[in-house]
């Protein structure tokens, strides 16, 4: 189940997103679907725009499908998406 806890382990394809913080000031504010995920990556879509977001320097605000807003630092998105959503145990994303 996906949740606020779970969020980075998970995946992200889908999920409605806003970029609330960053170094780059013109990517604050950013919002749409990430309709594609690379290591370090995110591509959001809004409306017919596309825009590549790196995810190292942005703070990311995801919208979970139960309405609930969770804030995540993009470093800690930094990882290939299906060795980030593999791990479980120990693993940092849990």
Known sequence: MLTAETLPRHELIGLRVR????????L????GTVVMETTNILTVRAGSRTRQVPKAVV????????????????ERLLARPARRTER??????Q
């Open 59 to 74: 703070t990311f605000e995801f919208a979970l499908p139960d309405g609930e807003y969770v804030t995540v630092d993009g």
């Open 28 to 31: 604050v504010g950013c919002e």
């Open 19 to 26: 970029v609330v913080e960053s170094s780059d000031p013109t």
């Open 88 to 93: 479980t145990g120990g693993s940092q994303w």
